[in-house]
């Protein structure tokens, strides 16, 4: 069953489907009609090298299953920044800021495998794979 609309995936629910992990079939489920932040996609393109991909595959592995790679502009950086002003107490990476300011951006929920994101009140549904 493919559910209809835009999400934005956070790097881990990308990595979970390309390596199909628990939870990956909740991340197919949502199709190719999602959104990535570039700078996810460097976490994503990071952990696959780490783990045995060739750098060369990331791009073919990733971009069928992804609508669009969104780049990280200066209104997303700054919106990076506030949302890491508001979450410091939770220690969020900077992958972790960007993916959430995409998410408000869009007014779109967020698709993650991080299960701290549960206790964030940002205004931005998450949705949790695992």
Not at 37 to 64: K, M
Not at 79 to 86: E, G, I, M, P, R
Request: with cysteine.
């Amino acid at each position: 069953m493919t559910r209809s609309g835009n999400v934005v995936l956070d790097a881990s629910a990308v990595i979970c489907l390309v390596r199909r992990e628990r939870g990956w079939e909740q991340v197919a489920a949502y199709g190719s009609d999602c959104l990535l932040s570039a700078v996810n996609l460097v976490e994503v393109a990071y952990h696959l090298t780490r783990h045995g991909f060739p750098l060369e595959d990331v791009s073919p592995i990733i971009c069928p299953l992804i609508g669009r790679i969104v780049p990280f502009d200066t209104d997303l950086a700054l919106l990076a920044s506030s949302v890491h002003l508001k979450t410091r107490t939770h220690g969020l990476s900077l992958a972790d800021c960007a993916c959430l300011a995409l998410g408000i951006s869009q007014q779109t929920a967020v698709v993650t495998a991080d299960k701290k994101w549960s206790q964030l009140r940002l205004g931005v549904k998450t949705v949790q794979i695992r």
